[in-house]
Protein backbone atom coordinates (compact mmCIF):
# COMPACT_ATOMS: atom_id res chain seq x y z
CA UNK A 1 0.00 0.00 0.00
CA UNK A 2 1.31 2.93 -0.77
CA UNK A 3 -0.42 6.28 1.43
CA UNK A 4 -0.06 9.22 1.20
CA UNK A 5 0.64 10.65 5.53
CA UNK A 6 3.48 14.90 11.44
CA UNK A 7 5.52 13.13 13.98
CA UNK A 8 4.12 10.37 17.02
CA UNK A 9 5.55 10.93 19.86
CA UNK A 10 6.79 8.16 21.53
CA UNK A 11 4.92 7.84 24.66
CA UNK A 12 1.20 7.61 22.90
CA UNK A 13 0.31 6.86 21.42
CA UNK A 14 -7.57 -5.70 6.60
CA UNK A 15 -7.48 -7.69 7.28
CA UNK A 16 -9.04 -5.18 9.19
CA UNK A 17 -12.72 -5.72 9.83
CA UNK A 18 -15.59 -3.25 9.97
CA UNK A 19 -19.07 -3.93 11.94
CA UNK A 20 -20.73 -5.02 8.50
CA UNK A 21 -18.05 -8.21 9.04
CA UNK A 22 -19.50 -9.49 12.50
CA UNK A 23 -22.65 -10.66 13.45
CA UNK A 24 -22.27 -9.03 17.64
CA UNK A 25 -22.05 -5.88 16.48
CA UNK A 26 -18.74 -5.48 18.56
CA UNK A 27 -17.40 -3.64 15.74
CA UNK A 28 -17.95 -0.14 15.28
CA UNK A 29 -15.94 1.03 11.96
CA UNK A 30 -17.88 0.99 8.71
CA UNK A 31 -15.32 2.46 6.45
CA UNK A 32 -16.30 0.52 2.49
CA UNK A 33 -13.95 -2.19 1.29
CA UNK A 34 -11.58 -0.09 -1.63
CA UNK A 35 -8.66 -1.08 -3.52
CA UNK A 36 -5.11 -0.81 -2.35
CA UNK A 37 -3.88 2.02 -5.06
CA UNK A 38 -0.36 3.00 -4.75
CA UNK A 39 0.09 6.90 -5.32
CA UNK A 40 2.59 8.27 -6.98
CA UNK A 41 2.66 11.51 -4.96
CA UNK A 42 1.40 10.52 -1.80
CA UNK A 43 0.83 12.98 1.52
CA UNK A 44 2.03 10.79 3.52
CA UNK A 45 4.83 12.45 5.66
CA UNK A 46 5.63 10.07 8.52
CA UNK A 47 4.47 6.13 9.67
CA UNK A 48 5.11 4.64 12.98
CA UNK A 49 4.99 1.37 14.83
CA UNK A 50 5.75 1.44 18.70
CA UNK A 51 5.27 -1.27 20.59
CA UNK A 52 5.21 -1.03 24.58
CA UNK A 53 6.73 -4.05 26.89
CA UNK A 54 7.12 -4.27 30.61
CA UNK A 55 10.49 -3.09 31.51
CA UNK A 56 13.42 -4.93 31.13
CA UNK A 57 15.94 -3.36 33.55
CA UNK A 58 18.96 -4.14 31.97
CA UNK A 59 18.05 -2.19 28.98
CA UNK A 60 18.97 0.39 31.13
CA UNK A 61 22.41 -0.55 32.68
CA UNK A 62 24.07 -1.48 29.45
CA UNK A 63 23.93 -0.72 25.77
CA UNK A 64 21.92 -3.51 23.53
CA UNK A 65 25.16 -4.96 21.72
CA UNK A 66 23.57 -8.20 20.28
CA UNK A 67 20.48 -6.15 19.71
CA UNK A 68 22.68 -3.81 17.27
CA UNK A 69 24.76 -7.06 15.60
CA UNK A 70 20.90 -8.33 14.44
CA UNK A 71 20.14 -4.85 12.79
CA UNK A 72 23.43 -3.54 11.83
CA UNK A 73 23.05 -4.05 7.71
CA UNK A 74 20.14 -2.35 7.54
CA UNK A 75 20.42 0.05 10.05
CA UNK A 76 24.05 1.17 10.40
CA UNK A 77 23.56 4.98 12.01
CA UNK A 78 23.24 4.66 15.83
CA UNK A 79 22.98 7.38 18.94
CA UNK A 80 21.98 7.03 22.30
CA UNK A 81 20.05 9.76 24.14
CA UNK A 82 18.10 10.37 27.38
CA UNK A 83 14.46 10.25 27.48
CA UNK A 84 12.59 12.96 29.03
CA UNK A 85 9.00 12.51 31.15
CA UNK A 86 7.22 16.13 32.02
CA UNK A 87 4.98 15.74 35.41
CA UNK A 88 2.48 18.07 35.99
CA UNK A 89 2.90 18.91 39.75
CA UNK A 90 0.10 20.96 42.01
CA UNK A 91 1.13 23.71 44.72
CA UNK A 92 0.55 26.78 45.79
CA UNK A 93 -0.79 29.00 42.64
CA UNK A 94 -0.90 27.65 39.06
CA UNK A 95 0.55 24.23 38.24
CA UNK A 96 4.01 23.48 37.64
CA UNK A 97 5.52 21.17 35.23
CA UNK A 98 8.68 19.25 36.37
CA UNK A 99 11.11 17.60 33.71
CA UNK A 100 12.92 14.38 34.91
CA UNK A 101 15.09 11.61 32.92
CA UNK A 102 13.33 8.32 32.20
CA UNK A 103 15.67 6.24 31.04
CA UNK A 104 18.31 5.61 27.92
CA UNK A 105 16.76 5.19 24.27
CA UNK A 106 19.12 3.50 21.31
CA UNK A 107 18.46 5.19 17.82
CA UNK A 108 19.41 2.98 14.91
CA UNK A 109 19.21 4.83 12.07
CA UNK A 110 19.21 3.55 8.28
CA UNK A 111 22.00 4.55 5.29
CA UNK A 112 19.39 7.53 3.73
CA UNK A 113 18.09 8.42 7.11
CA UNK A 114 14.85 8.15 6.84
CA UNK A 115 13.77 5.42 8.31
CA UNK A 116 15.40 4.89 12.25
CA UNK A 117 14.65 1.82 14.87
CA UNK A 118 14.34 3.44 18.70
CA UNK A 119 14.94 0.89 21.67
CA UNK A 120 14.07 1.57 25.23
CA UNK A 121 13.64 0.14 28.69
CA UNK A 122 9.71 -0.08 27.75
CA UNK A 123 9.16 -0.50 24.08
CA UNK A 124 10.84 -0.77 20.87
CA UNK A 125 9.45 1.78 17.44
CA UNK A 126 9.93 1.51 13.81
CA UNK A 127 9.87 5.27 11.92
CA UNK A 128 10.08 6.26 8.42
CA UNK A 129 9.80 9.48 6.36
CA UNK A 130 10.06 7.60 3.18
CA UNK A 131 6.92 5.44 3.29
CA UNK A 132 6.45 2.82 0.02
CA UNK A 133 4.16 -0.35 0.60
CA UNK A 134 3.57 -1.88 3.20
CA UNK A 135 5.18 -4.68 2.62
CA UNK A 136 8.71 -2.72 2.65
CA UNK A 137 7.83 -1.44 6.16
CA UNK A 138 6.58 -4.72 7.39
CA UNK A 139 9.99 -6.18 7.06
CA UNK A 140 11.30 -3.97 8.75
CA UNK A 141 9.81 -4.29 11.49
CA UNK A 142 9.82 -7.84 11.14
CA UNK A 143 13.38 -7.64 11.74
CA UNK A 144 13.43 -5.42 14.61
CA UNK A 145 10.62 -7.73 15.97
CA UNK A 146 12.38 -10.52 15.77
CA UNK A 147 15.56 -8.89 17.38
CA UNK A 148 13.40 -7.77 20.55
CA UNK A 149 12.00 -11.28 21.00
CA UNK A 150 15.23 -13.37 20.61
CA UNK A 151 17.60 -10.83 22.81
CA UNK A 152 15.43 -8.57 24.85
CA UNK A 153 12.65 -11.48 25.78
CA UNK A 154 9.95 -9.25 26.95
CA UNK A 155 6.93 -11.63 28.04
CA UNK A 156 3.94 -9.64 26.31
CA UNK A 157 2.93 -6.12 24.76
CA UNK A 158 0.87 -3.93 26.89
CA UNK A 159 0.75 -1.67 23.65
CA UNK A 160 0.68 -2.10 19.86
CA UNK A 161 0.00 1.14 17.84
CA UNK A 162 0.50 1.84 14.16
CA UNK A 163 0.11 5.28 13.20
CA UNK A 164 0.00 7.29 9.30
CA UNK A 165 -0.18 10.90 9.26
CA UNK A 166 -0.56 12.43 5.85
CA UNK A 167 0.28 16.77 5.43
CA UNK A 168 -1.67 18.14 2.55
CA UNK A 169 -0.09 21.08 1.52
CA UNK A 170 -0.22 23.04 -2.15
CA UNK A 171 3.24 20.96 -2.59
CA UNK A 172 1.92 17.64 -2.24
CA UNK A 173 -2.00 18.30 -3.33
CA UNK A 174 -1.29 20.36 -6.30
CA UNK A 175 -4.19 22.91 -4.68
CA UNK A 176 -3.46 26.75 -3.54
CA UNK A 177 -5.65 28.01 -0.38
CA UNK A 178 -6.77 26.10 2.78
CA UNK A 179 -10.21 25.99 1.22
CA UNK A 180 -9.29 24.13 -1.70
CA UNK A 181 -6.90 21.50 0.34
CA UNK A 182 -10.08 21.42 2.65
CA UNK A 183 -12.30 20.46 -0.52
CA UNK A 184 -10.11 17.50 -0.65
CA UNK A 185 -11.72 16.01 2.37
CA UNK A 186 -14.86 14.90 3.69
CA UNK A 187 -17.34 18.06 4.34
CA UNK A 188 -18.15 16.62 7.96
CA UNK A 189 -14.45 16.56 8.76
CA UNK A 190 -13.63 20.17 7.73
CA UNK A 191 -16.90 21.73 8.80
CA UNK A 192 -15.40 24.35 11.20
CA UNK A 193 -12.96 25.84 8.27
CA UNK A 194 -16.35 26.07 6.08
CA UNK A 195 -18.25 28.73 7.52
CA UNK A 196 -19.46 32.49 7.59
CA UNK A 197 -18.66 33.12 11.08
CA UNK A 198 -14.93 33.57 10.65
CA UNK A 199 -12.38 34.05 8.29
CA UNK A 200 -8.97 32.37 8.43
CA UNK A 201 -8.80 30.73 11.44
CA UNK A 202 -4.83 30.03 12.68
CA UNK A 203 -5.68 26.89 15.03
CA UNK A 204 -8.06 23.87 14.54
CA UNK A 205 -7.55 20.64 15.41
CA UNK A 206 -10.61 18.35 15.77
CA UNK A 207 -10.48 14.67 17.34
CA UNK A 208 -12.18 11.59 17.10
CA UNK A 209 -11.41 8.73 19.21
CA UNK A 210 -13.41 5.44 18.45
CA UNK A 211 -13.54 2.32 20.08
CA UNK A 212 -13.42 -0.80 17.52
CA UNK A 213 -13.67 -4.59 19.20
CA UNK A 214 -10.34 -5.16 21.64
CA UNK A 215 -9.16 -1.59 19.52
CA UNK A 216 -9.32 1.93 19.06
CA UNK A 217 -9.30 4.55 16.28
CA UNK A 218 -7.84 7.93 16.32
CA UNK A 219 -8.63 10.06 13.77
CA UNK A 220 -7.16 14.03 13.80
CA UNK A 221 -7.52 16.66 11.40
CA UNK A 222 -5.88 19.79 11.80
CA UNK A 223 -4.07 23.03 10.45
CA UNK A 224 -0.42 22.49 9.70
CA UNK A 225 1.73 25.28 12.51
CA UNK A 226 2.07 28.52 11.33
CA UNK A 227 5.58 27.77 11.15
CA UNK A 228 5.20 25.30 8.65
CA UNK A 229 3.72 25.89 5.08
CA UNK A 230 -0.48 26.19 4.71
CA UNK A 231 -2.13 23.08 4.93
CA UNK A 232 -3.94 20.33 6.87
CA UNK A 233 -3.01 17.16 8.42
CA UNK A 234 -4.57 13.52 8.49
CA UNK A 235 -3.07 12.17 11.46
CA UNK A 236 -4.54 8.14 11.64
CA UNK A 237 -3.59 5.95 14.67
CA UNK A 238 -4.81 2.65 15.34
CA UNK A 239 -3.73 0.96 18.66
CA UNK A 240 -4.62 -2.26 21.24
CA UNK A 241 -3.89 -2.09 24.76
CA UNK A 242 -3.69 -5.47 27.39
CA UNK A 243 -1.55 -8.38 27.67
CA UNK A 244 -0.71 -8.88 23.72
CA UNK A 245 1.18 -11.77 22.46
CA UNK A 246 4.70 -10.71 20.74
CA UNK A 247 4.02 -13.49 18.22
CA UNK A 248 1.49 -12.63 16.10
CA UNK A 249 2.65 -8.79 15.26
CA UNK A 250 3.24 -8.51 11.92
CA UNK A 251 -0.17 -10.00 11.23
CA UNK A 252 -1.85 -7.56 13.71
CA UNK A 253 -0.09 -4.35 12.53
CA UNK A 254 -1.15 -5.43 9.01
CA UNK A 255 -4.64 -5.37 9.75
CA UNK A 256 -4.42 -1.95 11.59
CA UNK A 257 -2.87 -1.09 8.49
CA UNK A 258 -5.98 -2.05 6.45
CA UNK A 259 -8.37 -0.47 8.97
CA UNK A 260 -5.93 3.07 8.67
CA UNK A 261 -6.25 2.76 4.57
CA UNK A 262 -9.70 2.21 4.77
CA UNK A 263 -10.38 5.35 6.85
CA UNK A 264 -7.77 7.57 4.25
CA UNK A 265 -9.96 6.67 1.60
CA UNK A 266 -12.70 7.33 3.19
CA UNK A 267 -11.50 10.58 4.43
CA UNK A 268 -10.35 11.90 0.90
CA UNK A 269 -12.98 12.34 -1.36
CA UNK A 270 -13.10 10.10 -4.86
CA UNK A 271 -12.50 13.15 -7.07
CA UNK A 272 -9.10 14.16 -4.37
CA UNK A 273 -7.27 10.52 -4.95
CA UNK A 274 -6.59 12.15 -8.77
CA UNK A 275 -4.65 15.02 -7.36
CA UNK A 276 -2.19 12.28 -6.05
CA UNK A 277 -1.18 10.64 -9.21
CA UNK A 278 -2.88 7.04 -8.80
CA UNK A 279 -1.05 3.88 -10.18
Excluded at 91 to 103: D, L, Q, T, V, Y
Excluded at 126 to 136: K, P, S, V
Excluded at 138 to 147: G, R, S, V, W
Excluded at 214 to 228: D, S, V, W
Aim: hydrophobic share 40%; proline share 6%.
Amino acid sequence: MLLGYCHVGMGDWGIGLGSEDVEDGSMTLRFPIVPDVPLEHSPLSEVVCQVKFPPVLKLAEQAPVDFQDRLRHRFPGFNEQHGIMLRLEAGEGRPSIAAEMSGRMYGFRSSDEATFATLSVDFFALTTHRYTIWGEFAADLALIHEAVVDIITPPYATRIGLRYVNTLTAASSGKETIDEIAGMLRPELTSLLQTDAWDSPIEMVNTVVIPDGEGKMILRIGLLPQAQEPGLSLDIDYYEEGQLPLENLIDRCERFHDVIYRAFRWCITDDAIAAFGPK
